[in-house]
């Protein structure tokens, strides 16, 4: 009787993970397996796991990645000039509480949107706020909130995220309004939140596509100078793929 109620008062203040820990315990009878201090520390384990947990899948769910990937699922065996090492000691997210950014360009296929993903799901195991745009619908979603008073929220809602990821950048050259929407974005981040920007045009050709050489300055200055750059070569991954299935 005396376990039941300690067992609701638990699910009153919504502690699932000890709910389903204690219940276990008294369940299998190992309680007298367990000293005062061990069981205090299972019980909060369980609950602090549960927590992470519920946490990690609502990063996820909100950041919204083109690829469900994490760190396990990257190739370094394709030769892609994917230094292994590098990309590991990024795993721990270091650049992220410095308030750097990565840069990565390559082919079409090569894996660059992958990668990127791969970045953001890292960073989310790491409990960092992150979200995914591709740049055409990020500059068209908050053109739009211009047009109906929504953009100040809009833009402080990407401001506050940890790590932004906006893939795809170049594919057509930028409007007047693009070009500004994209420099305030990378001001508001600038040495403080960290964006992680793929394209397939190599960084000496952004000043072509952001088509305003004075913003394209401002653009360039605050991304290349601050940020780890990852060149991607090679062949299609998709085509490497095709041709193993072959």
Known sequence: MGYQATIEKMKLMKLKGMVRAFSSVIEAEIG???SPDELVAYLIDSEWDERYNRKLTYLLRVAKFRYKV?????DFTNKRNLNKDAIL?????????????VVITGATG?????????????????????MYFSCMKIFN?????KADGTYIREIEKIKKQDLLILDDFG????DASSRL???????????????VITSQLPMNKWHDVINEPTIADAICDRIFNHSHIIELKGESMRKIKTKTSD
């Open 171 to 174: 594919l057509e050259p930028l």
């Open 32 to 34: 007298s397996n367990f």
């Open 141 to 145: 979603k908050l053109k739009l909130a």
């Open 181 to 195: 929407i994209f420099l305030e974005i990378l001001e508001d981040r600038y040495k403080v939140k960290s964006t």
């Open 89 to 101: 000691r990024l795993s721990d997210c270091q650049w992220i509480k410095n308030g750097k950014s």
């Open 70 to 74: 994490n760190f396990s699922d990257i």
């Open 110 to 130: 090569v894996g660059k949107s992958f990668l990127a993903s791969a970045f953001g799901n890292q960073a989310c195991v790491n409990n960092y706020n992150t």
